[in-house]
């Protein structure tokens, strides 16, 4: 039989980890898992740039492509509401994982991406948040009155609740931001000093763990291709993303080890820092869940956060054994989630 | 198939362009109709129409209408008017001092203005009328606030620098500083033109100037107190990091209103014009920008941008032999284009090239605009030239005005020619 | 007719004065937001959210049938004394009727991008709040209806040689 191809569309460009290896090893993955039934070819960023993928998928000119709810929060409510959780890990590979199989055998979630018309693979995380900041940070009283980009609800209400203001710059306008000192600092990882090169503006890494950003379809299947495609393509497709997904996860962290060894002063936060944001977190998760009920309309929210914290701490575990090797995970994603999925009804 | 569907396209592109259908709608339709042949209507209209918003709601584009409107209320409210005098104080001793006067003058307005046509018309009501009076030939006074007229482009801030930097994704303080050095050598060279000139033929351009008028040092100064007023207000909060470049525009829009509302300058009318002015100019550039968003993802669905920028390559041209070649495109395509539909129809193009060739995007921005604002004085479209046959028609012709500024065109390729061979030029300042 | 050419008219003043109110708010909202910030270090919130999905969009895109009825749309003029006058109208008449096919294909499918955002009611997350921005996808079905109207309307104007663009 002839081979399918698919059209792939990262969305960002080819140095990014979200293309290399997250696409590359996908396009590679494809035909081995499919028995050499799938292929596919790549889009450039020109054509569909990540902002622009909702368009892209719903259009049908992509077949598969990243999803980021960040640009549209009003099609995925529930899953932000998991997604916006940042502080729950310190384990990327655990929170890709823990993501992975929250939203595949979550039925709202399900049902809101099937509206949205897209079907759901798999989620990565980025390596661990931190600031990165023009001025060290060690503890509270250095937080006062600082100025600090955030990217997400959570991360802008710890800001402001260490005393500090939350600001949001477009991502393009950082380095110029942070350099003009109309920022202090941003909440991101410390591989943004690599893939934004800050390393000529930001001075300090305060070590703090602000958790993961793992709100991100890594591979988002246009419905009417998935529809189209029988239960075992649909399954090599899900396996081909996990493991590329693993392997992304793990390039993160490559290049924050690379950023960390940058001209940059690594400052470890103080024991009051620590302990406040830790008090954060604990009372946080309530106000998530109640902004989620009163905003969005969603239903058991903080049921469902609980069930999320529970995959968190299961994946946590599994990532312990499988002590770094990111094979053993994309395995065990295998084991856990996808060997159980019935992939002639999932995600229709 | 898709690379021949491209390849239709940017022919079927130039026959629309011909045809005089707007640069905005010839960009649209081919999109179109080129992404349908290869995807199906249904996929290519609803790819494409998220196009208009997507690229208009970017923050960076908001400086466009500011800076646009900081300039037009200068120049409404007759803020820079007194920029000439004050060059004079300066330069009036050289030869053709006075003509140098007008190139100093408008490179000092260009710190308020963003395009030059604005810079054009506004130095040459004021400066056309007293060259000639003191013994200027018409068509060498009027060829030189048209070439000067060009720095307005140059010298930050700059409406196709900030345009260009949103396409190219690259840092547009970057870019203004490069544009920095780039004006004043282009302020320099056309001085040194005009001296040339005085020199050899004093008939011209006279060698000293019939004194209409002295101005003394502290009379020259109250007479541009506002743009340096201006000036400090924008650029020293840009480098003191009040704010950023984006924020600029809007500082500098304001600054120039209060100034005008305290001086006095600017009524009801005045204020009109500047706002109208400000909202077609920016509206008719979005529209351009638009279709050239939808023109890129057309020529990289088609393959077609790939596929030229891989000939290329394969060509294996050597780094003068590529440079030769986006000169001479740029210099054809300025004859008869307006510099910012010649600049995104393009730039889908040549930017893969481009980095292909691992070329910094600051220096090509820079090296870009300059040979744009070639285009705007060479014959047969030139805006520049059009500007000054309608505020100094009585001096004269369009065919006078173009062989006045003709020898300018010596000193704007030995710009271009320094910049290639020396790229540091321009990217010293900037530094990364 | 002449209700017609009175309509496209009137929009288009009235569109020309909206996008103007645009670019002053705009500016005032800009800078204070960098005063405030400089001085008492706070901001405004949800700036950058206004500007690129109100202003911009509002200022940038809604003015075009204006700009059409201006014939200040930007093209190529180079070739037109190749054509004689005669067949400049003619031209420029079938490139108006060209342009309405388009902003009429544009209508709609910005529309039905925009009833779809209403649907969903899209907001962005401004840090902690989220601002909505449907309401935004509907300037531009408006903004292509009415340069598609502009256009229409121009062509017998340019046959006829009676074109008034002049007034504001
Ligand atoms: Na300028
Ligand atoms: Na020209």
Redesign the interface.
């Known amino acids: 039989a002839q081979a399918r191809d698919l059209r792939l569309a990262p969305g960002v460009v080819q140095f990014h980890p979200g293309y290399n290896p997250l696409y590359t090893e996908f396009q590679a993955q494809l035909p081995k898992q499919s028995d050499g039934k799938l292929n596919s070819r790549m889009?450039?960023v020109?054509?569909?740039s990540i902002?622009?993928m909702r368009?892209?998928l719903?259009?049908?000119?992509v077949d598969v492509g990243p999803f980021l709810p960040?640009y549209?929060?009003?099609?995925l409510p529930e899953m932000n509401l998991v997604g916006d959780l940042a502080f729950l890990g310190d384990d990327p590979q655990a929170m890709g994982a823990a993501m992975t199989e929250y939203i595949v055998t979550c039925g709202d979630c399900q049902a809101e991406l099937r509206k949205l018309g897209i079907s759901y693979t798999s989620s990565y995380s980025s390596n661990i948040y931190h600031v990165l900041s023009t001025k060290p940070i060690k503890d509270m009283a250095d937080m006062k009155?600082m100025?600090l980009r955030?990217g997400?609800?959570q991360f802008?209400?710890w800001v402001?609740a260490m005393g500090a203001?939350?600001?949001?710059?477009?991502v393009?306008?950082t380095?110029?931001?942070l350099s003009?000192?109309?920022i202090d600092g941003t909440v991101t990882s410390s591989a943004d000093i690599v893939s934004f090169r800050l390393d000529?503006t930001v001075g300090y890494i305060s070590a703090i763990n602000l958790g993961t950003y793992h709100s991100v379809i890594t591979h988002a299947v246009n419905a009417k291709t998935w529809k189209s495609l029988s239960a075992e393509e649909r399954k090599a497709i899900a396996v081909s993303a996990t493991m590329s997904g693993v392997l992304a996860t793990d390039r993160w962290a490559e290049i924050s080890a690379e950023a960390e060894q940058k001209d940059v002063e690594i400052i470890e936060p103080s024991e009051d820092l620590v302990a406040a944001t830790s008090a954060f977190v604990e009372s946080d998760l309530g106000v998530a869940a109640a902004q989620a009920g009163e905003?969005y309309g969603i239903e058991k929210a903080a049921e469902k956060i609980a069930r999320f914290r529970q995959l968190v701490d299961k994946w946590h575990a599994i990532s312990e054994e499988a002590a770094g090797d990111s094979s053993k995970m994309a395995e065990a994603v295998k084991r856990e989630v996808w060997d159980k999925v019935d992939f002639s009804t999932y995600g229709v | 198939m898709g690379v021949e569907i491209g390849l239709y396209g940017l022919l079927l592109l130039l026959v629309l362009l011909a045809l005089r259908v707007p640069v905005a709608l010839s960009l649209i339709l081919v999109s179109l109709g080129g992404a349908s042949l290869m995807f199906g209507t249904d996929t290519a209209i609803s790819l494409l129409a998220a196009k208009p918003y997507d690229f208009v709601a970017k923050w960076t584009l908001s400086a466009v209408p500011m800076f646009l409107l900081m300039g037009f209320v200068c120049y409404h409210s007759g803020l820079t008017s007194g920029l000439f005098n004050a060059a004079k104080v300066v330069f009036r001793w050289l030869p053709g001092g006075l003509a140098i006067s007008s190139i100093f003058a408008s490179s000092g307005f260009a710190a308020v203005c963003g395009s030059s046509v604005a810079c054009a018309a506004a130095m040459g009501r004021i400066a056309i009328p007293e060259m000639v009076r003191s013994g200027y030939r018409p068509s060498f006074a009027c060829g030189t606030i048209a070439a000067g007229g060009t720095i307005g482009a140059l010298i930050p801030p700059s409406i196709l620098m900030i345009v260009y930097g949103v396409f190219a994704q690259v840092s547009i303080t970057q870019v203004f500083l490069g544009g920095i050095t780039i004006g004043l050598l282009t302020a320099v060279s056309y001085s040194l033109i005009v001296l040339a000139v005085s020199w050899l033929r004093p008939d011209i351009a006279p060698r000293r100037a019939e004194d209409v008028s002295h101005y003394s040092v502290a009379q020259a100064l109250i007479e541009i107190w506002p743009v340096i007023v201006l000036g400090v207000l924008v650029f020293g909060g840009l480098f003191s990091g009040l704010f950023t470049a984006t924020e600029a525009g809007a500082v500098g829009a304001m600054g120039s209103i209060l100034i005008a509302l305290a001086l006095r300058r600017l009524n009801m009318a005045q204020a009109k014009k500047a706002f109208l002015e400000t909202l077609s100019t920016t509206a008719s550039l979005m529209i351009i920008g638009v279709g050239a968003s939808m023109f890129t993802v057309f020529l990289s669905l088609s393959g077609v941008a790939a596929y030229i920028s891989t000939a290329v390559t394969g060509w294996s041209l050597s780094y003068l032999e590529l440079m030769l070649i986006v000169v001479l495109i740029y210099l054809f395509l300025g004859l008869f284009m307006e510099p910012f539909g010649a600049m995104l129809v393009t730039l889908p193009i040549f930017l893969p090239v481009f980095e292909l060739y691992d070329l910094s995007l600051i220096w090509f921005g820079v090296l870009l605009v300059k040979l744009l604002e070639i285009g705007m004085i060479t014959p047969p479209v030139g805006m520049n030239i059009f500007v000054i046959r309608s505020v100094a028609s009585e001096y004269a012709s369009l065919m006078d005005i173009f062989r006045g500024v003709a020898i300018f065109l010596v000193a704007d390729l030995a710009v271009v020619a320094l910049v290639i061979f020396f790229p540091g030029l321009v990217m010293f300042l900037g530094g990364s | 007719m002449s209700l017609l050419v009175k309509l496209a008219e009137r929009s288009s003043v009235c569109l020309a004065l909206l996008g103007s109110l645009g670019i002053l708010a705009m500016m005032l909202h800009i800078v204070l937001d960098v005063v405030l910030r400089a001085t008492l270090s706070v901001s405004i919130p949800s700036t950058l959210e206004i500007v690129t999905r109100y202003y911009m969009v509002t200022l940038a895109l809604l003015p075009l049938a204006w700009v059409e009825w201006r014939k200040q749309m930007i093209f190529v003029e180079s070739l037109s004394g190749m054509f004689g006058a005669c067949v400049t109208r003619w031209l420029d008449a079938l490139v108006a009727l060209l342009s309405a096919g388009i902003y009429l294909v544009l209508v709609v499918a910005t529309w039905n991008k925009a009833v779809e955002q209403y649907d969903i009611g899209a907001y962005v997350m401004s840090l902690d709040f989220p601002m909505p921005v449907w309401p935004t996808y509907f300037i531009l079905p408006l903004a292509f209806a009415l340069a598609a109207l502009v256009s229409l309307v121009r062509i017998p104007l340019i046959i006829t040689n009676n074109e008034n663009y002049d007034r504001v």
């Not at chain 1, 549209?72 to 099609?75: C, G, H, K, R």
């Not at chain 1, 203001?165 to 477009?170: A, D, L, N």
């Open positions: 889009l450039g020109e054509a569909v902002s622009e368009t892209g719903s259009s049908g000119l960040a549209f929060p009003a099609d009155g100025r955030v997400g609800p802008s209400r402001e203001t939350p600001v949001s710059t477009p393009t306008e380095f110029e931001a003009q000192g109309v000529d905003r």
